[in-house]
Structures are given as structure tokens and as C-alpha cells.
Nanobody, 122 residues
Framework: VQLQASGGGVVQAGGSLRLSCTVS????????IGWFRQAPGKEREFVAA????????FYADSVKGRFTISRDNAKNTVYLQMNSLKPEDTAVYYC????????????????WGQGTLVTVSS
């Protein structure tokens, strides 16, 4: 299983970015895909997740109403649209996959992509 995250960059507070996570096709049909982030000196934390087959979505309270997770079956890609970005959103963002339903705990995800850095300037 391979995941490839991309789309990070530098943006001013209030701006937007869209992250992409491309997942190897063989791993796709019954997986859940999650986005997590890790800021310097902090633990990795849950951001959002989507159950691939049913499309159920889940968000951390800190990003509800600002971030949207979605999927494109044809492209084997999961997106994280991030709007109204804040300096506290600055972190390395990771996508991860697991068999079964989406859950918010990193330890329950078996496969991880490399991170993509998001920097929000004030």
C-alpha cells in the first residue's frame, strides 16, 4: 500500500490550500483514509477522515467548518480542502490508510504517506 501526499505550501492567515493524497489502487475499496498533522514539539493529531466505500466523513473540532475531506474514486485520490487557515494550522500533514471504518486515532492506521508541510503566516 502506498500513499502520496502533496499540496502543502506557505499561505497567509485566512487563505486556503488543498492537499491531495493518492492511494495505490489495490488498497482502495475497503479502506478508510485519514489526515493527521504534527506540529513541532507536539504529538500527531487527527484532522479528518473518510470511509472510502460509504463516504462518511469525520472532523476534529478544531477544523470543523473550515476543512473539507472528499474523495475522487476515479483518481484514487482523497483531498483535504483547507479554508480560513490559521497560524495554529501550521504542521506537517500526513495521510494514512486502514482497513475498515474511519477512526480518529493514528495508532489504528497501518499505512502512512510522507508528510507535506503547511505553513500559515500571520
Amino acid at each position: 500500500v502506498q500513499l502520496q501526499a502533496s499540496g502543502g505550501g506557505v499561505v497567509q492567515a485566512g487563505g486556503s490550500l488543498r492537499l491531495s493524497c493518492t492511494v495505490s489502487p489495490l488498497a482502495f475499496d475497503d479502506n478508510a483514509i485519514g489526515w493527521f498533522r504534527q506540529a513541532p514539539g507536539k504529538e500527531r493529531e487527527f484532522v479528518a477522515a473518510i470511509t472510502w466505500s460509504g463516504g462518511g466523513t469525520f472532523y476534529a473540532d478544531s477544523v470543523k467548518g473550515r476543512f473539507t475531506i472528499s474523495r475522487d474514486n476515479a483518481k484514487n485520490t482523497v483531498y483535504l480542502q483547507m479554508n480560513s487557515l490559521k497560524p495554529e494550522d501550521t504542521a506537517v500533514y500526513y495521510c494514512a490508510a486502514r482497513r475498515g471504518v474511519a477512526v480518529p486515532t493514528p495508532i489504528n492506521y497501518d499505512y502512512w504517506g510522507q508528510g507535506t508541510l503547511v505553513t500559515v503566516s500571520s
